[in-house]
């Protein structure tokens, strides 16, 4: 028993391959039982008649028994026509003669009598007569079931194919093996190719989720040790020399760069992770504490939208707008204003500089990870090149999109929006437990 019962969980191949021909056989064995009832019905009728027309010939048999020559012509037609065999026996029941095939158990014994006195009998042999002797009816039926379960083992392993490869790909994936896929066949369709498919999109975002996370990890390493080392000769300058207030403040500057660097990691980390808090927010608010952290005119929020409400995670909301704001610093000469805007559905925030605006094809390139505007540059230092690209997968988790481009009156303008219901963000996201307060960003 514990063969059959781990031979059936084993696969849905072998269970298609059993349940096919169970079916197989339980149809044969219908059909059998029902050619089987309905030859057992006509049979009495058919020997009725086979016997009635041998009546008629053992009359004839009686006139030619004593001669030979008759007998024999007689016996030999009789066979030919009603497709039997035949055995003559004397009256001591010798064997006279036979005609057809040798003849183990005769169907019809018939006397052959002439004025009462046997002079012989005639014994009739039907078998290759009966169209539905059971031979007849099982051989066909056993190599046309055995035809079918072969071809349903055949089907079986075919619906059954793409789904162990699935599952390999699925293994592989889980023991780090990142690069395995799972083959699309032109003769797989529906659900299958649905499913192959699905599972390599999720493999190839996988993939490239571990490439981009050991690259920022590689980059965060590199870039952290430049703050730490000058944090290190500043440490030891106020050893030898004491401190004083241009010493502070560098080492200030030091900690709030490493403090961003660590800040735009851990963003990064919420987003790869899918650790959202949503809430309803105050766009106005919003971008208000956004200019407040970082030290900027207040008098630059500008607001010109009536639609001020929407759904999101204010931790990386703040991450985006400080990135916004300290991309206008960095890159652009300064913020020039902060507006909030709003469309059917969405609200948008907008930075705008006085600096030199964007090189023709950069307004996208600068949404790329690791990409710097200015190679080489002293902004760019400490700088991974993340913030405008954390604003981006901010604002498409959020149900929205990120865009760049140069003012009329120059400079340029970075934005972004999100969706108001904050539909995508409940979709993808869990919330955290009632009552808890989403992280805030430190200062950058």
Same mark, same amino acid.
């Given at each position: 028993?514990?063969?059959?019962?781990?031979?059936?969980?084993?696969?849905?191949?072998?269970?298609?391959?059993?349940?096919?021909?169970?079916?197989? @056989?339980?149809?044969?064995?219908?059909?059998?039982?029902?050619?089987?009832?309905?030859?057992?019905?006509?049979?009495?009728?058919?020997?009725?008649?086979?016997?009635?027309?041998?009546?008629?010939?053992?009359?004839?048999? *009686?006139?030619?028994?004593?001669?030979?020559?008759?007998?024999?012509?007689?016996?030999?037609?009789?066979?030919?026509?009603?497709?039997?065999?035949?055995?003559?026996?004397?009256?001591?029941?010798?064997?006279? #003669?036979?005609?057809?095939?040798?003849?183990?158990?005769?169907?019809?014994?018939?006397?052959?009598?002439?004025?009462?006195?046997?002079?012989? $009998?005639?014994?009739?042999?039907?078998?290759?007569?009966?169209?539905?002797?059971?031979?007849?009816?099982?051989?066909?039926?056993?190599?046309?079931?055995?035809?079918?379960?072969? #071809?349903?083992?055949?089907?079986?392993?075919?619906? $059954?194919?793409?789904?162990?490869?699935?599952?390999?790909?699925?293994?592989?994936?889980?023991?780090?093996?990142?690069?395995?896929?799972?083959?699309?066949?032109?003769?797989?369709?529906?659900?299958?190719?649905?499913?192959?498919?699905?599972?390599?999109?999720?493999?190839?975002?996988?993939?490239?989720?571990?490439?981009? +996370?050991?690259?920022?990890?590689?980059?965060?390493?590199?870039?952290?040790?430049?703050?730490?080392?000058?944090?290190?000769?500043?440490?030891?300058?106020?050893?030898?020399?004491?401190?004083?207030?241009?010493?502070?403040?560098?080492?200030?500057?030091?900690?709030?760069?490493?403090?961003?660097?660590?800040?735009?990691? @851990?963003?990064?980390?919420?987003?790869?992770?899918?650790?959202?808090?949503?809430?309803?927010?105050?766009?106005?608010?919003?971008?208000?504490?956004?200019?407040?952290?970082?030290? #900027?005119?207040?008098?630059?929020?500008?607001?010109?939208?009536? +639609?001020?409400?929407?759904?999101?995670?204010?931790?990386?909301?703040?991450?985006?707008?400080?990135?916004?704001?300290?991309?206008?610093?960095?890159?652009?000469?300064?913020?020039?204003?902060?507006?909030?805007?709003?469309?059917?559905?969405?609200?948008?925030?907008? #930075?705008?500089?006085?600096?030199?605006?964007?090189?023709?094809?950069? *307004?996208?390139?600068?949404? +790329?990870?690791?990409?710097?505007?200015?190679?080489?540059?002293?902004?760019?230092?400490?700088?991974?090149?993340?913030?405008?690209?954390?604003?981006?997968?901010?604002?498409?988790?959020?149900?929205?999109?990120?865009?760049?481009?140069?003012?009329?009156?120059?400079?340029?303008?970075?934005?972004?929006?999100?969706?108001?219901?904050?539909?995508?963000?409940?979709?993808? $996201?869990?919330?955290?437990?009632?009552?808890?307060?989403?992280? +805030?960003?430190?200062?950058?």
């Amino acid at each position: 028993m514990r063969f059959f019962h781990g031979y059936f969980r084993a696969g849905l191949h072998r269970r298609l391959f059993f349940w096919f021909g169970a079916s197989i @056989l339980l149809s044969g064995l219908v059909v059998t039982l029902v050619m089987g009832f309905v030859g057992g019905m006509a049979e009495p009728i058919w020997r009725r008649d086979l016997g009635g027309a041998l009546s008629l010939a053992a009359g004839r048999f *009686e006139r030619v028994w004593d001669v030979p020559a008759e007998r024999d012509e007689l016996a030999r037609s009789v066979a030919r026509e009603l497709r039997v065999d035949l055995v003559l026996k004397d009256a001591g029941d010798r064997t006279l #003669a036979a005609y057809g095939r040798p003849c183990w158990r005769p169907a019809f014994s018939i006397p052959v009598l002439r004025d009462g006195a046997p002079l012989g $009998t005639v014994r009739v042999c039907v078998e290759r007569h009966r169209l539905h002797g059971p031979w007849r009816l099982a051989l066909p039926l056993v190599l046309a079931g055995a035809m079918l379960w072969a #071809a349903a083992g055949a089907i079986a392993r075919r619906l $059954t194919r793409p789904l162990w490869e699935i599952s390999r790909v699925a293994q592989d994936i889980g023991s780090g093996k990142l690069s395995s896929r799972a083959p699309l066949r032109w003769r797989d369709g529906g659900e299958v190719r649905v499913l192959a498919a699905s599972i390599n999109d999720m493999a190839d975002r996988i993939e490239r989720q571990m490439a981009d +996370q050991r690259v920022l990890l590689a980059a965060v390493s590199h870039e952290l040790r430049t703050p730490l080392t000058r944090i290190r000769l500043l440490l030891e300058l106020v050893r030898e020399n004491g401190s004083d207030e241009k010493t502070l403040d560098e080492l200030e500057r030091e900690v709030v760069e490493i403090d961003r660097l660590v800040g735009e990691l @851990l963003a990064s980390s919420r987003l790869d992770f899918a650790a959202f808090t949503p809430r309803r927010l105050d766009a106005v608010e919003v971008a208000r504490r956004a200019l407040d952290r970082a030290g #900027a005119d207040p008098g630059a929020l500008a607001v010109e939208t009536n +639609q001020v409400q929407f759904e999101g995670d204010a931790t990386l909301i703040a991450r985006a707008l400080a990135n916004l704001i300290d991309n206008a610093e960095r890159h652009g000469g300064g913020l020039k204003s902060l507006r909030v805007t709003s469309r059917p559905g969405f609200v948008g925030f907008e #930075a705008e500089d006085s600096g030199p605006g964007f090189a023709a094809g950069e *307004e996208e390139r600068v949404f +790329q990870p690791f990409y710097r505007r200015a190679p080489g540059a002293s902004a760019d230092a400490g700088s991974l090149g993340l913030g405008l690209t954390l604003v981006r997968r901010i604002a498409e988790a959020h149900g929205g999109s990120a865009r760049a481009g140069n003012r009329a009156g120059g400079g340029a303008r970075v934005g972004f929006e999100v969706a108001v219901s904050g539909a995508r963000v409940r979709a993808e $996201t869990k919330a955290s437990p009632s009552g808890a307060e989403p992280e +805030q960003p430190r200062p950058a």
